[in-house]
């Protein structure tokens, strides 16, 4: 993966970069905090928990969407390095995949005739 990325590649952040989208447990702390507030308001008033519940919802939609484009951005990047992987060098890639094709080939012709 060494050379330059080709011009289609998307330049998105690598987690052991430290990138900046939050995570998974930041999400959860997020949900948590909101269930806490919910709980603290709910022998209060009725209106404010329904408003803090659905504040909350809004809070974990965004922080998923966050998730879900940090996720595709780094397939995206991912594919791009596969790609240019590939046509660097074909040939190992050529025999891994027909290595894997025959084996494949026999696991499931050796099924079949179990």
């Known amino acids: 993966m060494t050379g330059k990325k080709p011009a289609e590649s998307v330049e998105a952040p690598r987690p052991e970069e430290g990138a900046a989208a939050p995570s998974v447990a930041q999400a959860l702390n997020a ?7 919910l ?7 009725p209106e404010a928990a329904a408003k803090a519940l659905k ?11 966050e998730l879900a484009s ?5 397939g995206q990047v991912g594919l791009a390095d596969l790609s240019d992987s590939v046509r660097r060098n074909p040939l190992p890639w050529l025999a891994g995949a027909l290595g894997l094709g025959l ?3 026999l696991w499931r012709n050796r099924a079949s005739a179990s």
Request: proline share 0%; charged share 25%; hydrophobic share 50%.
């Open 70 to 74: 940090g996720a595709r951005d780094i």
């Open 31 to 37: 949900v948590h905090k909101a269930m806490e507030e």
């Open 39 to 45: 709980a603290g308001l709910l022998g209060a008033d």
């Open 103 to 105: 084996i494949v080939g």
């Open 55 to 65: 504040e909350a919802g809004q809070a974990a939609s965004d922080n998923l969407a």
